[in-house]
């Protein structure tokens, strides 16, 4: 056969090379053609060209097309593995799980008890974000991520007598007790007022969580106190708070809960990431832009009760709650 390379060709879109062409690239190979002069003959890039080759040819120089198809294809068989989540019974019980808001590695930990099956926490994730299947991903915990620039003309709030979190005792940050609690505030959407505290102790990870009517710092610091107040026997040593002026009343705080007050550095949330993560448990029930006006306190005491009776690998897949009995006890 005569192949008239000199032909210019229209590059089209790329695909596969099919067994046609790696013949042709084996003919005109043997015809001592050049590899761009074989791309432009197939309207092909250069670069394929020379991967193609690189691919079939064997140690005395010599490029097989045929074998190098069989390969290709056999590549393509091995890459459509089946996996775990192709089993049904895994794929109900992980669907099921994730509708109730339980999180993947909650239900890495259950399954095999429950189904004597296994599967990570990695391969549900990678079937919710990655391949982004429609039913799963409006149950995801964690949705498109959104960096919102900081209001370079909002007014400095000034909180009197605060104390570095870097003096804060070993006691609190290697959870060694309990009363030692980080306090955070969650806002109800645009043109509403109202906003939610929320209280986690460090060591057993209770929660608790007080509607405000408006987020101010007389309310904020009573409703501390009514939610703290409950443990009379166990003593509350300190609490954590960000920078928000709605705890510039932490002083009266201390003096009802006899504790000490510790505060974040500015846009440091990590510092007090146990309520932070809590908080995103409760956006699972509450999203933003959620009206706090017309959520009840039963409601609210609903999703507290959920938080602390769910078990947590932190805890040893243990509950709030069980951990909470334990220490009071």
Known sequence: LKYRYEVKVVMKKYKQLN??????????????????????????????????????????????AESTERLIRQRKLNDKRKRKMDNPAIYSYVACRLKNKIAPAIIQHDIERDIGLK????????????????????????????????????????????????????????????????????????????????????L?????????????????????????????????????????????????????LQCKSYFCNAYHSWEKGMVENINGLIRRFLPKGTNFDNITDEEIKIIENWINNRSMKVLGWKSTNGIFKSVAL
Not at 45 to 51: A, D
Not at 125 to 146: G, H
Not at 234 to 244: E, F, K, W
């Open 204 to 256: 057993t990870r209770k929660t608790h969580i007080k509607k405000l009517e408006r987020k101010v710092a007389s309310l904020t610091s009573s409703s501390i106190v009514i939610a703290l107040s409950e443990y009379n026997i166990l003593h509350i040593h300190s609490i954590t708070y960000d920078n928000g002026c709605e705890f510039s009343k932490h002083e009266d705080v201390n003096k009802a």
């Open 19 to 64: 067994l046609e062409e790696r013949v042709t690239i084996k003919v005109l190979l043997q015809q001592g053609k050049s590899k761009r002069a074989i791309a432009r003959y197939l309207g092909r890039s250069p670069s394929t060209i020379h991967r193609e080759i690189c691919r079939g040819i064997t140690l005395d120089g010599t490029y097989f």
């Open 119 to 202: 599967i990570g926490k990695d391969a549900i994730y990678e079937f919710i974000y990655r391949f982004r299947y429609a039913e799963w991903f409006k149950y995801s915990t964690r949705k498109k991520k959104y960096n919102y620039k900081k209001n370079k003309g909002k007014k400095k709030v000034i909180i009197p007598n605060k104390i570095n979190i870097s003096e804060r005792p070993d006691n609190a940050n290697n959870r060694e007790e309990f009363g030692h609690f980080e306090a955070d505030t969650i806002f109800s959407c645009a043109g509403s007022k109202s906003a939610l505290l929320v209280l986690v102790d460090r």
